[in-house]
């Protein structure tokens, strides 16, 4: 009677052992596979998403390639018509008078411009002789010397703008006219008006 | 008979710790998956909807080809107005 109570006590607790691990295996295996749908269910939206991302960013490329062809154009155009018309040095002088040590980085299509050395321009030219003087010889303000260098001489622009008013101290004459002497010791006397300080004699305004 | 009882001991001493320490490993890690799976999901349609305004940017094309043409238009005259230097 032993032996056989031995080998069912032995049986049973193999099947024990058995059903703890089925048991073990089915609670782990459950729990992984409900992880599992919700890794699913979020790379599910994940795929949604990154489509639309896909989708929506597809034109963007070459709308943006083209925005930077057409601002690229805008740039080397206005680059050359500042050159072509203010001269290298003037333009490199002007561009670094707006943006101080632009004149360093120097234009893209002016492989020269970066070695170029910016004159001052705010010291070189008055705001308004500059505005004149990019208006051309033909400006009143160069009238006087038409067929002289153009207003933008750097090194002698002070002088330039100086030449165009009127001839006073220009060409520094060994003598100027004196000033007029005033008062009661004046070489000339003038007679003192009486009508100067008295009422008037008819107001203004009335007929 | 002893050595089935050693195999009933190992039964339970090994195999079956064994057994649930690799499950329970298996689902930690697929736990620990989730969270990063819904986060993705949230960066993906956060950066979706900031694409929305990517349509807008045919409007900016125009303009910026109506802006460096009125340009182009401005700098035309200037380059007959100014002399050359």
């Keep these: 009677m032993a032996p056989v109570f031995a080998f069912a006590a032995a049986g049973a607790v193999t099947i024990l052992a058995a059903g703890l691990i089925v048991v073990a295996l089915v609670y782990y295996l459950i729990s992984v596979i409900v992880q599992l749908r919700k890794i699913t269910a979020g790379l599910a939206e994940t795929i949604t998403s990154v489509s639309e991302i896909v989708q929506k960013s597809a034109p963007v490329n070459d709308v943006v390639t083209t925005i930077n062809q057409q601002l690229d154009a805008g740039v080397d155009l206005l680059e050359g018509l500042l050159v072509k018309k203010a001269?290298?040095?003037?333009?490199?002088?002007?561009?670094?008078?707006?943006?101080?040590?632009?004149?360093?980085?120097?234009?893209?299509?002016?492989?020269?411009?970066?070695?170029?050395?910016?004159?001052?321009?705010?010291?070189?030219?008055?705001?308004?002789?500059?505005?004149?003087?990019?208006?051309?010889?033909?400006?009143?303000?160069?009238?006087?010397?038409?067929?002289?260098?153009?207003?933008?001489?750097?090194?002698?622009?002070?002088?330039a703008a100086r030449l165009l008013y009127p001839e006073i101290r220009q060409t520094m004459p060994k003598s100027l006219a004196r000033s007029p002497v005033i008062g009661t010791d004046a070489p000339v006397q003038y007679e003192q008006r009486d009508d100067i300080g008295a009422p008037r004699k008819r107001l203004p305004g009335r007929v | 008979m002893i050595l089935w009882w050693i195999g009933d001991l190992v039964l339970l001493a090994v195999v079956l710790p064994v057994v649930v320490y690799l499950l329970r490993g298996v689902l930690d890690a697929a736990k620990s998956i989730v969270p990063s799976v819904?986060?993705?999901?949230?960066?993906?349609?956060?950066?979706?909807?900031?694409?929305?305004?990517?349509?807008?940017?045919?409007?900016?094309q125009d303009q910026v080809t109506q802006t460096v043409a009125g340009v182009a238009n401005y700098g035309g005259s200037l380059d007959v107005i100014l002399d050359d230097a």
Excluded: C
């Design chain 1, 87 to 159: 001269g290298m040095t003037d333009a490199v002088g002007l561009v670094d008078g707006m943006y101080a040590g632009a004149a360093a980085a120097g234009f893209r299509n002016f492989p020269e411009s970066p070695s170029t050395k910016a004159p001052r321009i705010g010291e070189v030219y008055t705001r308004g002789t500059l505005t004149l003087a990019r208006l051309g010889r033909e400006a009143p303000i160069a009238a006087g010397n038409p067929a002289g260098p153009a207003l933008r001489d750097v090194e002698r622009g002070s002088l």
């Design chain 2, 38 to 60: 819904q986060e993705i999901a949230g960066a993906a349609a956060a950066g979706s909807k900031d694409l929305d305004a990517a349509a807008l940017l045919l409007t900016t």
